[in-house]
């Protein structure tokens, strides 16, 4: 298990160019919005994750650390699939909370800022975490391949909770609520193949997403993916 908290998440995402179109509305929110952020104590960026070797022979179930996870996805067309990596990655409780005082105060285009913030900065976070999990993999000689998310095509969202317990959530602060919902709200969770000559997937999370051709994120990848 490896956890990670207090680095320093908003000074990429503070110097990466507005996405979408821009203008100079958009420009002093986003602004404004990073001023916010910058307050003391708002983003308490952490992420926690453990790899999980598999109990059994890969099958549409994978068991591993006492649960089960039906992600048949995961399952490669080549190689051997020997484990998993579950994470969980959060910006604390402060952000959320922000966001709600803004729309109080009625300031609402202001926390809508706020909120795509916070959404740039967590998805920042996981690819660190990403990037830490792949690199343990190598460290074992291991690669990784694929990404699931609860509540995604490929993993129903009632794998939350056995996701958490396998990342170790609690120890970054991270719990399960009602519906699935995960507290702090700004927090996601993931799982990746581990193994041995695993392939590049074919297939991504977001491909049966009806929103795919607008989603920042997407974007956001596919440049990462590009540079």
């Given at each position: 298990m490896r956890t990670a908290r207090g680095f320093d998440i908003l000074r990429a995402v503070a110097t990466a160019p507005l996405r979408g179109r821009p203008s100079p509305v958009r420009e002093r929110l986003r602004q404004k919005a990073l001023a916010v952020a910058r307050e003391p104590?708002?983003?308490?960026?952490?992420?926690?994750?453990?790899?999980v070797p598999l109990e059994i022979p890969a099958a549409d179930w994978l068991h591993a650390g006492g649960e089960r996870l039906h992600a048949p996805w995961l399952l490669p067309e080549s190689?051997?699939?020997?484990?998993?990596?579950?994470a969980v990655c959060t910006l604390g409780p402060a952000f959320e909370q922000?966001?709600?005082?803004?729309?109080?105060?009625r300031q609402a285009s202001l926390a809508m800022a706020l909120d795509e913030l916070s959404n740039e900065l967590l998805f920042a976070v996981s690819r660190r975490a990403q990037d830490r999990m792949l690199a343990d993999a190598v460290r074992r000689k291991l690669c990784m391949a694929g990404e699931l998310r609860p509540g995604d095509p490929g993993?129903?969202?009632?794998?939350q909770a056995a996701v958490l317990r396998l990342a170790q959530a609690e120890n970054i602060g991270v719990?399960?609520?009602?519906?699935?919902?995960?507290?702090?709200?700004?927090?996601?969770?993931?799982?990746?193949?581990?193994?041995i000559d695993l392939p590049p997937v074919q297939w991504s999370r977001c491909d049966q997403c009806p929103t795919r051709d607008k989603c920042r994120v997407v974007e956001r990848a596919a440049a990462a993916a590009a540079s």
């Open positions: 104590g708002l983003v308490d960026a952490a992420y926690s994750y453990c790899i190689g051997t699939l020997t484990a998993i990596a579950c922000r966001i709600s005082e803004l729309f109080a105060a993993l129903a969202l009632d794998a719990s399960l609520g009602s519906g699935g919902l995960m507290h702090p709200v700004k927090s996601c969770s993931m799982v990746m193949g581990i193994g």
